[in-house]
């Protein structure tokens, strides 16, 4: 069988299984085939935000001063995308659903773009950061119609709070295993097939990577069902949608929990390798920090239904993030001490894996409230500006390690007292920042919750009606 038949296989599973009856619980099945499409998008998307950057300047030789506002730039761009995104999937309607359709159609452009990215020409300075703008910003606009309409699926699957908060579960524990992956495998598969060319590791570790995210992708695609959608018939004008999603109270606490976890995964994974290099002295050691951290993410989302039926969504989530950042400014005082930094910095990223299923609840939420309130579901509009806070957060953590390391004057081939201290502030100071306002977040979550209880919200879909 052809690479190019598949789809039409998995095409034809999907339509034969949807003679079956559907019923409501989700089965274990769905729940992984839905958990294999975050994998996919954290295989790529983290080994992108991992390495690209130490890609770029220690492979392609690229300025690190200029690499700030390249993954600036590239990211909002691609940020920007995603509300066209979302309002291509809330305007779909086919036999194969909403949202489901992007996941069989872009993965192969998707992988192609990535290969691409990953193979920077030797060229002139000049016209080898043209072509990271091009690739990137490209790979970014097709990354949304993967991203975008795989994280608007979660509310079309099911409106039961206990299915929703396992499937945030199943996608935390996803984009761990990913991470895993990603992390783990990526530059110990570089040395090996590349030697000593570094390019050649870099090309074929990537074009192995994206091709198991393509057939993930098909996976989640073939043995998931969209059961609550929104007919094509009730969407509304652009503007119109977007006012009313500012009005909504937990779109807008999702969408700040999404931008600020990402800026401070963004600083986090894309200093790390540096801190490794510069700071503890072996570069070879982020093949062991960001698997444990991987690992610890999938424990803390494995535990996160558990913890949060115990303790509550918006208490549970302030308390892990007090805890974290407690953790994290510990971190000084055991750099000496290999065992005990990777440790404590392992047991600090257990309460991301709680955050991060915890952001993928209120973004399901979020659809539902929209639904009681406004009358109406948007859930690729939704999804698409979750996403763009996503992407805008990565960038902003992104550039911010470029643009710390050019004010430092970061040189591959030197150690200096200058760089390190500034991955000291980036990994030690910036989550703990991002966490302090994640828990105004949740604060405010808190506050809507009781407006909600006390009958203080009204009711846009009838209007008048207080609730």
Known sequence: ???????????????????????????????????????????????????????????????AASLGILMLVTRVLDAVFDPIAGIAVDRTNSLRGKARPYLLYAPIPFAILYVATFSVPDWSTTAKLI??????????????????????????????????????????????????????????????????????????????????????????????????????????????????????????????????????????????????????????LISVILPLMSIAIFVGGALSSTYISKIGLERGNIIALSIQSALFLSLFFFEDNRSAFIAIFVIANIFSGIAAASGFRVSADAVEWHEKYFGHRDEGLIASVLSFGLKVGLAIGSALTGFVLGWADYDPAVVTELSANALRSLLYLGPVLANSFLILCWVSLINNRKKETNGQLVNFSHRGTNL
């Open 131 to 284: 072509y990271a703008y091009i690739t990137f910003t490209l790979l970014g606009l097709v990354y949304s119609f993967l991203y975008v309409p795989y994280s608007s699926m979660l509310p079309m699957l099911t409106k039961k709070a206990s299915e929703k908060n396992q499937l945030g579960s199943v996608r935390a524990m996803g984009s761990s295993i990913a991470s895993i992956i990603a992390f783990g495998l990526t530059m110990p598969l570089i040395n090996y097939i590349g030697g000593d060319d570094r390019q050649l590791g870099f090309t074929v570790t990537t074009g192995i990577m994206v091709l198991i995210a393509v057939f993930l992708y098909w996976i989640c695609f073939a043995y998931t069902k969209e059961r609550h959608t929104q007919p094509v018939s009730k969407t509304r004008p652009v503007v119109e949608s977007l006012k009313t999603l500012i009005r909504n109270p937990v779109w807008r606490a999702a969408f700040f929990i999404k931008l600020l976890v990402f800026i401070r995964i963004g600083i986090m994974v894309s200093c790390l390798a540096y801190f490794a290099k510069q700071v503890m002295g072996d570069i070879s």
């Open 1 to 63: 069988m052809s690479l190019s038949s598949i789809p039409a296989v998995l095409s034809y599973i999907y339509l034969t299984g949807d003679s079956m009856s559907a019923s409501q619980n989700l089965k274990l099945g769905e729940k992984v085939s839905f958990g294999a499409g975050e994998v996919a998008s954290n295989l790529t998307w983290n080994l992108a935000t991992g390495f690209l950057l130490l890609y770029y300047t220690d492979v392609a030789l690229l300025p």
